[in-house]
C-alpha cells in the first residue's frame, strides 16, 4: 500500500496554520475513506523547535510536504492536496 507522509510545519499562534490544520483534517478524512486511498501519517514541525526549519521557512508558514517534498505553503488547495495524496506510489 502506497504511504504518504504529510507534514505540517509551522508555529503555535500562527492563523494560517489553524486554516491549513484544519483544511489538512478535512482532506485526509476525505481522502482516507476511498477505497483506493493510500496510509496517510501526518506529523506537525514547530519552526520554534528547530533553527534549520526556522531558518529555511519562517517567511513561508505554515509550509505543507508530502513525502520530504514541499506541497504548498501559506495557503492549502483542498481539491490540489487531495490530488496530491491521491497521487502518491
Same mark, same amino acid.
Given at each position: 500500500m502506497p504511504r504518504a507522509e504529510l507534514t505540517l510545519i509551522g508555529k503555535p499562534g500562527c492563523h494560517l496554520c489553524d486554516d491549513? #490544520?484544519?483544511? @489538512?483534517? $478535512?482532506? !485526509? $478524512? %476525505?481522502v482516507e475513506s476511498r477505497a483506493d486511498a493510500p496510509e496517510i501519517v501526518v506529523?506537525?514541525?514547530?519552526? +520554534? %523547535? %528547530?533553527?534549520? +526549519?526556522? %531558518?529555511?521557512?519562517?517567511?513561508d508558514i505554515?509550509?505543507?510536504? @508530502?513525502?520530504?517534498?514541499v506541497h504548498t505553503f501559506w495557503r492549502v488547495d483542498p $481539491? #490540489? /492536496?487531495?490530488?496530491?495524496? /491521491?497521487? !502518491?506510489?
Open positions: 491549513a #490544520r484544519e483544511v @489538512i483534517k $478535512a482532506v !485526509v $478524512a %476525505d506529523s506537525e514541525l514547530s519552526i +520554534l %523547535d %528547530d533553527q534549520e +526549519l526556522y %531558518d529555511e521557512h519562517v517567511e505554515p509550509v505543507i510536504t @508530502i513525502n520530504g517534498k $481539491a #490540489r /492536496l487531495t490530488t496530491a495524496l /491521491l497521487g !502518491v506510489s
